[in-house]
Every structure is written in C-alpha cells, then in structure tokens.
C-alpha cells in the first residue's frame, strides 16, 4: 500500500520538505473532506495488502508515519 498515492489520489497535497541522504521528510495537506476519502481508501486498501501471503511484517510497515523506527518519516 503506497499511502502517499493514496492521499494524492484522495485530494490531498503532498510536498517535498528536505531530503537527508536516502530519506525524504514529507508533509500532508488537505481538507476534512479529503482526509475522509483517505480514510476509507485505506480501509478498503488495508485488508486486501493484509491478506498479501508475500508480505513481511518490514514491508508493511514501509512508508508508515505511525510505525515504529519511522519517526523521522511525516
């Protein structure tokens, strides 16, 4: 699940604010309206990459804001 595609396709605007290295800092804007069609692009998205056999437990935290280990990532 690429959650920045998500949000772009969502409506919301996503800038690039500093690159580190490899690591690129982020930030999300957009409206209530949506933040709510992000919401449900995820719930809907979630269970299908969960059911995923292949999927590690490292690929599914990648690109995650709220995860562990990824707290420089916005």
Same mark, same amino acid.
């Given at each position: +699940?690429? @959650? &920045?595609? @998500? /949000?772009?396709?969502?409506? +919301?605007?996503? !800038?690039?604010?500093?690159? @580190?290295?490899?690591? =690129?800092?982020?930030? %999300?804007?957009?409206? &209530?309206?949506?933040?709510? *069609?992000? /919401?449900?692009?995820?719930?809907? #998205?979630? $269970?299908? %990459? /969960? #059911?995923? $056999? =292949? &999927? #590690? =437990?490292?690929?599914?935290? !990648?690109?995650?804001?709220?995860? $562990?280990?990824? =707290?420089?990532? *916005?």
């Amino acid at each position: +699940m690429d @959650i &920045l595609k @998500i /949000a772009i396709a969502s409506g +919301m605007q996503v !800038t690039l604010d500093g690159r @580190i290295g490899t690591q =690129e800092y982020r930030s %999300v804007y957009g409206s &209530l309206q949506a933040l709510r *069609r992000f /919401a449900e692009a995820v719930l809907i #998205t979630a $269970p299908i %990459v /969960a #059911t995923r $056999p =292949e &999927l #590690t =437990e490292a690929e599914g935290r !990648t690109g995650s804001s709220n995860s $562990p280990g990824c =707290e420089a990532q *916005r």
